[in-house]
């Protein structure tokens, strides 16, 4: 018997989430990939912050990957595991030969535009379907990218003169 069985979503609407999982899923692997380039490849002045809060980054991001497979486990779907696939279903593409700190920086802001926007669709169908436990995942995840996203974007704004 499959979990779906036990969990009171309807088997389609089950299915579409799932999709919607694997397209995200695809895009987080994509990004992972990005950032621990990032990590390795930064250079500059803010070399010692950058490398560690790209290490934080891409140790987040491998954590939301799991969580992300075994939820569209959970929905009784098979996540996507081949690396060719997810660059075929991503919206974010390969980064290769960024070092420059603000380069970097606008791209990592650039995924997570694309990931933040991909989660609040998942919440919206989910919320639609009944899936509590998937809206519950993503309200928490939005929380903490959402906070990235403004610490990062304050690293690029011009400071404030006296």
Same mark, same amino acid.
């Given at each position: 018997m499959s979990v779906i069985n036990f969990t009171g979503i309807k088997k389609e609407e089950a299915g579409a989430i799932v999709s919607k999982l694997g397209d995200l899923l695809a895009n987080v692997q994509v990004f992972y990939?990005?950032?621990?380039?990032? $990590?390795?490849?930064?250079?500059?002045?803010?070399?010692?912050?950058? $490398?560690?809060?790209?290490?934080?980054?891409?140790?987040?991001?491998?954590?939301?990957?799991?969580?992300?497979?075994?939820?569209?486990?959970?929905?009784?779907?098979?996540?996507?595991?081949?690396?060719?696939?997810?660059?075929?279903?991503?919206?974010?593409?390969?980064?290769?030969?960024?070092?420059?700190?603000?380069?970097i920086v606008k791209s990592l802001l650039d995924s997570y535009k694309i990931i933040i926007a991909k989660e609040r669709e998942i919440v919206s169908l989910a919320s639609d379907c009944n899936d509590e436990a998937t809206v519950n995942m993503f309200g928490d995840y939005l929380e903490d990218q959402e906070k990235t996203v403004w610490m990062f974007d304050s690293f690029l704004a011009v400071p404030c003169k006296a």
């Open positions: 990939a990005n950032m621990r380039g990032f $990590h390795w490849n930064i250079k500059g002045k803010q070399f010692f912050t950058l $490398h560690k809060q790209f290490e934080d980054q891409y140790d987040y991001l491998s954590d939301k990957i799991d969580e992300i497979a075994e939820r569209i486990l959970a929905l009784g779907g098979t996540p996507e595991n081949n690396f060719s696939q997810y660059l075929k279903i991503s919206s974010i593409k390969e980064i290769s030969a960024l070092c420059c700190e603000d380069e």
